[in-house]
């Protein structure tokens, strides 16, 4: 089993920055694949970024590259969801997920563990 939890979100302005955390307990982090997924308001929760067990293979949903940015420290278990250059579209409560041995890094489907998740508003 693993654990995550995230934090991080809350309120911002319109061309603001966050930056998301994951902290994973349980097994050996540096094992898992970890992404970052997001669900807005009315509609189905979208991949957002994942990065590999290493670190150097990462992930983007098309739209998110320049913007956000993923990274991991497995020596704190913890992985990292900065984003800058807030939109309000980017208004969501945003997930942190582990996979084991995930396929395609992009879909949800994939992965094996779940926070609850963090809620990030952007105000305009």
């Known amino acids: 089993q693993v654990q995550l939890v995230e934090s991080g979100g809350g309120l911002v302005q319109a061309g603001g920055s966050l930056r998301l955390s994951c902290a994973a307990s349980?097994?050996?982090?540096?094992?898992?694949?970890m992404g970052w997924f997001r669900r807005a308001p009315g509609k189905e929760r979208e991949f957002v970024a994942a990065?590999?067990?290493?670190?150097?293979?990462?992930y983007y949903a098309d739209s998110k590259k320049e913007r956000f940015t993923i990274s991991r420290d497995n020596a704190k278990n913890t992985v990292y969801l900065q984003m800058n250059t807030l939109k309000p579209e980017d208004t969501a409560v945003y997930y942190c997920?582990?996979?084991?041995?995930?396929?395609?890094?992009?879909?949800?489907?994939?992965?094996?563990?779940w926070g609850q998740g963090t809620q990030v508003t952007v105000s305009s």
């Open positions: 997920a582990a996979s084991s041995s995930v396929v395609d890094p992009m879909a949800e489907h994939g992965y094996d563990y």
């Open positions: 349980g097994r050996t982090f540096s094992d898992y694949t």
């Open positions: 990065i590999g067990w290493s670190g150097r293979s990462t």
